[in-house]
């Protein structure tokens, strides 16, 4: 997949809540910062955990997903580099309200909340970052509820593997996600889900390979996804 990636240089780079910032401040806030590396599969966080750190995606993906009493995972949303996630906590002082696991081999950077706090206090344009950022979760959540009432389970399988493509224009484009991951996202069964990708293969769209989805034809995903463009 094509995903924009940090400037080695300078692991902020990109990353919109940081991009107003001065060249010193910036590099203050990273000298603040703790490396970490998580291996596939490894839980980061878990709902309910406190909210003590800032996580700035440097490599990798972040599933984040809330659980059901049954044990059930719905997939909110997939953190890829130069993205943050566990702004809203940080916000509130509040717990986790959804967990955090590493779908791939990952690198990020952890910014506490106090270092959070005390950067927004000396650098105030840094709430207008945070509250756009809260502002594209709750309109990606809405925009979930909605599809789960007018999208039938293809359209929700479509218009997943659309938003995992991204922006690339490459002709195909590998999506390091596996079925089950992607019933999850989708809202819907592995076998249902796994059925919606056998009649899109056929349909020349995507093939599999492995543990991997290569879609060959977004915009037909697109318009089966009801999405305009």
Known sequence: MDHRMPDPGDALTGVDMFAGLEPEVRQRVIAAAVPRHYRKGQIIFVEHDPGDSLIIMKRGAVAVFRTAPTGERAVLTVVRPPDVLGE????????????????????????????????????????????????????????????????????????????????????????????????????????????????????????????????????????RAGMQG
């Open 88 to 223: 809203v906590s940080l916000l509130d002082a509040s717990t986790r309200s959804a967990s955090a696991e590493a779908i791939e081999d990952s690198q990020a950077l952890s910014l506490s909340r106090v270092a959070f706090m005390e950067l927004v206090h000396s650098n105030p344009r840094i709430l207008d970052a945070v509250m756009r950022s809260v502002g594209g979760l709750i309109r990606r959540l809405t925009e979930q509820n909605a599809d789960h009432v007018f999208l039938d389970l293809p359209g929700r399988v479509a218009k997943t593997l659309v938003r995992l493509s991204g922006e690339s224009q490459a002709p195909m484009i590998t999506i390091e996600l596996n079925q089950s991951q992607l019933a999850e996202m989708a809202g819907g069964s592995r076998q249902s889900v796994n059925q919606a990708i056998g009649s899109f293969a056929s349909r020349g769209w995507l093939r599999t390979e492995g543990r991997r989805i290569v879609v060959t034809d977004v915009q037909a995903l697109r318009r």
